[in-house]
Structure formats: C-alpha cells, structure tokens
C-alpha cells in the first residue's frame, strides 16, 4: 500500500553534520503535513519538526537553527538536515506522513504513516 522508507542514518563526530532523506511510495493521491520525530534509548518519541504541504515548518526547540527539514513534491520525499550535531541528538529518528492514497480493495484512504527508523549516533 503505502511505505516510508528512511536513509541516511549513521555515526558522526560532534559538531558535523548528516541528512536523512524519507521516500514516500504507493498509490498516492497527496501527501499531507510530513515530519520527522526521535526516540532516544529509554526516551519517549519525540516531534523533531514538521512541514506542511505548503511548506510551513515547525521545530522542537532543542533543534532550532541546526536543523532544517524540506520536501520534495514533485518525487514525494522529504529531507533532514542536520547540522551542529551534539551527543544528545543520538536517537533513532523516524520519518512520518500523513498520506491520502489508493488502498488494495481500491478505496480512496488517509491514514498517517511510519517509516521504520534510522539510527544517528553522535559522538562526543
């Protein structure tokens, strides 16, 4: 039906920087507001930032001014970059969309939908 997968993850020194990129796919009509959120070990997750489909963002505060999150339309993808990276960014991050698409008994559905996560190690 409807897959997000994230790539991109990876370990880096402190200070340096990383851009995770979300692939949307399926039988999609639109794509809503699209987001990245973090779960640290023994943490809740958490909102990261988000963009709407008119290109409004939103960030955590912890991430204002280092990270910037865009998307791509035209090839249903959205992008994170990220730099200044500090030990506490070090957290599994997970792409997320809210997608209207064509379902497999060919109903029009919306549903909000997840990636499976890529690990960002920050090094101290």
């Known amino acids: 039906q409807v897959q997000l997968v994230e790539s991109g993850g990876g370990l880096v020194q402190a200070g340096g920087s990383l851009r995770l990129s979300c692939a949307v796919s399926?039988?999609?009509?639109?794509?809503?507001?699209m987001g990245w959120y973090r779960q640290a070990p023994g943490k809740e997750r958490e909102l990261v930032a988000t963009i709407s489909s008119g290109g409004s963002t939103n960030y955590a505060d912890s991430v204002k001014g280092r990270f910037t999150i865009s998307r791509d339309n035209a090839r249903n993808r959205e992008y994170l970059q990220m730099n200044s990276l500090k030990p506490e960014d070090t957290a599994v991050y997970y792409c997320?969309?809210?997608?209207?698409?064509?379902?497999?008994?060919?109903?029009?559905?919306?549903?909000?939908?997840w990636g499976q996560g890529t690990l960002v190690t920050v090094s101290s």
């Open positions: 997320n969309a809210e997608v209207t698409y064509l379902s497999s008994s060919w109903e029009r559905e919306y549903r909000e939908v």
């Open positions: 399926g039988s999609i009509f639109s794509i809503n507001t």
